[in-house]
């Protein structure tokens, strides 16, 4: 009878152990395809359709230096979440612009915004709910008239990520549409890798906003991407000894080796790269995760004010 006892005891033991270990490592079936080499990443389920990847000041051999990546994966038809862009008026931090709304569960800056710069004059297509809140109105040869070649545009049925100019995006049937620059990878192909056609020149002498050095020298970056199932926001830090940031030839091959990206696209980085998480979730971290680098510190309190931003809201 004791041995009897004993041995249930021990099955026991050995059940409730294997249910443990199961429960602190299953991941959605998606994610744990998504990724395609995991041995650096830290990977949390912050909800039901919801993943951070997180690669934290991690020294990557391949660009010689430290980096710090935040990836948030969400399926394109959850049930549960949904994304939508968002217009910040007047002009506030991420963490203030999100909180007022508590259907929102996580978000990133958005996309280029150089009013201030350009005599009041757009450089970014942005239309919200088949609202038009701006179109670019710099003329293709201003120094900031690169800067909207593709944009993500999308429905609660499809989204795409299409290159264009003010005429295709106002002629698009999506109800919101964002655009960007570069395009990093179209139908597959590693576009943003060869945006910078002299990348041997000592691009430091260029203007700041010359397209070859803005996208030619490491900066914090924020993409979006898609693969088949899923849109992943990207933040990369920079401008920091633990994080030195990428340019687009290195963003655009660092995706693509870790995730099946379809379509990728650069928004606005710099210091205006910022990811937030709601305390409404899983994540082992809330508010901002990022190390945003205007304050020129290793912390979360370095934001600047932006105008748009990418968010994840809960289905009601």
Not at 90 to 112: C, F, K, M, R, W
């Amino acid at each position: 009878m004791y041995k009897y006892q004993l041995k249930n005891q021990v099955l026991g033991l050995i059940c409730f152990s294997f249910a443990f270990v199961s429960c602190k490592s299953v991941l959605p079936k998606e994610s744990s395809i998504l990724l395609q080499d995991d041995m650096q990443w830290k990977q949390e389920r912050l909800a039901d359709d919801l993943m951070l990847y997180r690669l934290v000041g991690q020294y990557y051999e391949p660009y010689e230096a430290y980096q710090t990546v935040h990836v948030l994966a969400l399926p394109k038809k959850s049930k549960s979440l949904q994304l939508e862009l968002l217009d910040i008026r007047p002009e506030d931090s991420l963490s203030q612009a999100v909180t007022v709304d508590p259907s929102i569960v996580a978000a990133i800056n958005g996309t280029y915004f150089e009013k201030g710069l350009t005599k009041g004059n757009s450089t970014a297509y942005l239309k919200i709910n088949q609202v038009l809140i701006d179109s670019v109105e710099v003329d293709k040869n201003h120094q900031f008239g690169w800067k909207h070649e593709g944009a993500l545009a999308f429905t609660k049925d499809q989204m795409r990520i299409l290159r264009g100019d003010n005429q295709i995006y106002a002629k698009a049937k999506e109800e919101n549409i964002m655009s960007g620059a570069p395009i990093l990878v179209e139908a597959g192909k590693p576009v943003g890798a060869y945006f910078v056609k002299t990348p041997h020149r000592d691009l430091t002498q260029l203007h700041y906003e010359n397209p070859e050095r803005h996208q030619g020298v490491r900066h914090p970056r924020t993409a979006v991407a898609l693969t088949e199932k899923e849109v992943l926001l990207i933040t990369v830090d920079g401008r920091s000894t633990k994080a030195e940031g990428m340019s687009a030839k290195e963003l655009t091959e660092f995706i693509q080796k870790y995730f099946p990206v379809q379509e990728a696209l650069n928004i606005d980085g710099g210091g205006s790269t910022t990811m937030w998480i709601s305390s409404d979730t899983a994540a082992p971290v809330h508010g901002v995760i990022n190390y945003p680098s205007d304050n020129r510190k290793q912390d979360h309190f370095g934001q600047r004010q932006l105008r748009n931003a990418i968010v994840i809201k809960k289905i009601r």
